[in-house]
């Protein structure tokens, strides 16, 4: 589905960054877009942004230490620290460093590893409903986009998206998934890299993945399987107007996608926040462990009050609102809290961002009243 964008969102947006002109350049509708596309403009200052599973806690004090540290030598390439994050990382996950590439968040290594593995003759694999990045793009580059439904238990159904494309070039696999924020099983991601296509990849995003228990799919890339992880700074970390994220795989399979988008440097500011908060052993824990509570306080009031969503493991939820979606999130505008959009497969659900506690409550309340107001 194409998403109009007014028309002044897409200018500033062009003037953010270059990967945004890569993005505009390659007419990919990216998650900001998406969202800005889908969100009331002018909003308020105080207005509740739960729209773009953004991380309402921003970097953390390490990674705002490390940013102000290295200002002053910003008339440098200096990509040296990007080496330095490379390295920081594969040696936390125990990996070769020729397997890690530091990208620009993770939408253009998601772009161009569609560019790079796809064709006309080669099609993109996804669930239905998923993060749409990789499917909008491919089918505006002449790709045949296969959208599979999700299992009964919101998982990936790999079997069937093996039967679904013998002709598949990426199966994209969204761990937890967006939006469900749901889990496919590890031994289903296992038996699709070992079942797929000859020269097709397994494409796992795991922009989500530390919000959850789940364990990572980095040990198949280990395991030289045809796997490409991407990673992103942009959720946990709360890094995502900073950008930085992250390409797992084997050198001859990052390549393949990076070639396609050329070289550049990356924002030393990004780079030395992420190097930070790589480093910071209580981040991840804290952080989810104050993502989930909010999160279970959020589902304990919407059981009491006989609302009904899908339990998620993430960031973000979808929350039945049983009339078209679209309707609610312009009525929750005009409360001051947006909201996040619908899918085509989904129409009377809505995606959900968990934000504070505050902005939770203040999400009850105005959910309370717009259905409400639409029940009388
Ligand atoms: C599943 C998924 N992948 C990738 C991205 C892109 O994020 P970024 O480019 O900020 O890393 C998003 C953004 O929300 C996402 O939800």
Known sequence: MEVRMPSFSRRSFLHLSAAASAAAAFRVMTEPMLAAAARRQPHAADAVLIDSNENPLGPSQAARDAMAAILPQGGRYSDNLTDDLASAFAQLEGLNPDYVR?????????????????????????ADPVFELGGNLASKV???????????????????????????????????????????????????????????????DEAYIHFCDAPSTLDLVKAGKDVVVLRTFSKVYGMAGLRCGLLIARPDLSDKVLDRGGWNFMPITAVAAATASLKDPQLVPERRRINAGVRQRTFDWLDRNSYAYIPSESNCFMLQTNRPGKDVRDAMAKENVLIGRTWPVMPTYVRITVGTGNEMERFQAAFHKVMKASAG
């Open 142 to 204: 002449g790709v045949r986009v296969v959208g599979v439904p999700l299992t009964k238990t919101y998982a990936h159904d790999v079997k069937a998206m093996l039967a679904a494309a013998p002709d598949a070039g990426v199966f994209y696999i969204c761990n937890p998934n967006n939006p469900t924020g749901t889990l496919t099983p590890h031994e289903d991601i296992e038996y699709l890299a070992a079942n797929k296509p000859k020269d097709s990849i397994v494409l796992v």
């Open 102 to 126: 530091v990208t620009v968040g993770s939408t253009p290594p998601l772009g161009l590893a569609v560019l790079a593995f796809t064709s006309p003759q080669r099609s993109y694999v996804a």
